[in-house]
């Protein structure tokens, strides 16, 4: 029975849960808490920084209060939808404990789930609707917990409690995709996860067993492994293991999807870019240009907008479910950065409409925001093509893989001075070798060189922007 005490008390405490941050991404890593237990918050202040697959968040909290309780340690990965902290809105209203944040009372789970109540705004209140599957009453700090860590992680990575309806083994839709997917038959993974939930990591258990001492039981408690360091080194230190996670995990999975979906075919071709670099050199001094950075990117970013126009079909996705092929009328023109959190590739929406002034402005805000790391999810969502430069390392080229949806990808190699013939001399020119990587299901061969020629066009001949735009 709920006492007058208990009711003021849940009334005083509220709880912040991960919200989804876009995109549909179901998990969080918290980076860094810039809050503890008796800080006092106000609406709108940022109280931690997340990691999701596509990026690094900063989350603000939608009510006034003093920190109760902070639920994960940093370095943790949540579930969308999990509690991440507690804050007192009421302080010295009454003397509850510190512990006397109310935990969910164990009910009867219905026997069909309610309907989703629809996404909440991002960032504002707690995210995504509430399940209706209420988590069972967590018992006594006495309980064994076996292979902690992977049990607190296992926890994060699903959706909640899961109801016992038959035999079959208990795992969450994605694990049970990611099962199938490895060939790995439920029935033979030894779960880890809370109330016997296969996890993840179980099933990636499954395909790589551990050495038996790595899976012996751990009685520790589940926080103080979660703070535990995320790169182990090995006796001796002849190995570093370091956990695949966050953007990483979602460049593998992302890589690993796409080149296995999409037929890759790839293309080459060494154009002399002379005539390109002496108009990057003059635009660096045109009054027009003034405040906006000028380099060899923004005149091949421009060069392949304009093949794309005149070879329209380029522009285009698989649709695998429903057997189409989806012509995109805009370009959102994604360029690949490298960052310290790993390889994001955010896109410049409608690019095919912009003129160069604005092209090279929005080039250099995608840019400095990724190597600040504040690029966002929306920013890397939507993308039609892509370029990649890997001339910038000194490669001279590549056979990039297509990022996922998209129809091609261009990679650029280094610009260098080498001997070429000009007007029938060997002369030193600025030469630099082009890729041209694309989905062989909806580009065919001659469409694919048509566009590689039309940007090898341009950059050898710049002029034709002006008379092919």
């Known amino acids: 029975m709920t006492t007058m005490n208990d009711t003021s008390n849940a009334a005083r405490f509220r709880e912040f849960k991960m919200p989804d941050v876009g995109e549909g991404l179901t998990e969080a890593e918290i980076l860094k808490w810039y809050v503890q237990p008796g800080d006092t918050v106000t609406d709108g202040q940022v109280v931690c920084e997340v990691e999701t697959a596509k990026a690094a968040v900063e989350l603000p909290i939608p ?87 992977a049990a607190i992680q296992g926890e994060m990575n699903g959706h909640g409690a899961v109801a016992v309806r038959d035999s079959r083994p208990l795992a969450k839709p994605p694990v049970r995709k990611l099962a199938k997917d490895l060939g790995i038959d439920l029935a033979t993974v030894v779960p880890t996860g809370e109330g016997g939930i296969i996890t993840r990591e179980d099933v990636h258990a499954a395909v790589t067993p551990v050495p038996a001492q790595a899976a012996a039981p751990v009685a520790a408690p589940a926080v103080a492994e979660a703070e535990a360091p995320a790169v182990v080194v ?6 570093t293991r370091i956990p695949v996670k966050g953007v990483r995990k979602a460049i593998a999975q992302a890589m690993v999807g796409s080149a296995f979906t999409a037929p890759h075919v790839t293309e080459f071709v060494t154009v002399d870019v002379t005539r390109t670099m002496k108009l990057v050199a003059e635009l660096k001094e045109d009054k027009e240009m003034a405040g906006v950075r000028v380099n060899p990117l923004l005149i091949i970013a421009k060069a392949l907008l304009v093949a794309i126009k005149r070879n329209p079909d380029v522009n285009a996705a698989w649709d695998e479910a429903n057997q189409e092929i989806v012509q995109k009328h805009y370009v959102n023109l994604g360029i690949a950065a490298a960052t310290p959190r790993g390889l994001i590739v955010p896109n410049i929406k409608d690019a095919h409409d912009k003129t160069l002034p604005e092209l090279a402005a929005a080039l250099g805000e995608l840019v400095s925001t990724a190597r600040d790391g504040k690029t966002s999810p929306a920013a890397m969502a939507g993308g039609t093509v892509t370029i990649t430069n890997v001339g910038v390392f000194g490669v001279d080229t590549g056979t990039p893989i297509l990022n996922p949806g998209e129809s091609a990808i261009l990679a650029v190699g280094a610009i260098k001075l080498q001997p070429w ?25 001659e469409l694919g060189s048509k566009v590689l020629a039309d940007v090898a066009a341009i950059l050898e001949q710049p002029k034709r922007l002006i008379t092919w735009a």
């Open 234 to 239: 090995s006796a001796g230190a002849r190995e």
């Open 421 to 445: 013939v000009h007007k029938g001399k060997v002369k030193p020119r600025q030469v630099t070798t082009l890729a041209l990587s694309f989905d062989h299901r909806l580009v065919d061969g």
């Open 63 to 149: 009510f006034d209060g003093v920190v109760h309780e902070l639920r994960f340690p940093e370095g943790t990965t949540v579930d969308v939808g999990q509690v991440i902290i507690a804050v007192d809105v009421a302080p010295g209203s009454g003397d509850a404990a510190p512990a006397a944040v109310p935990a969910p009372v164990a009910e009867p789970e219905p026997s069909e789930p309610e309907a989703p109540k629809g996404r909440q705004p991002v960032l504002v209140g707690y995210g995504v609707a509430e399940s209706s599957t209420k988590r069972r009453a967590r018992k006594g700090a006495t309980t064994a917990v076996p292979a902690a860590a």
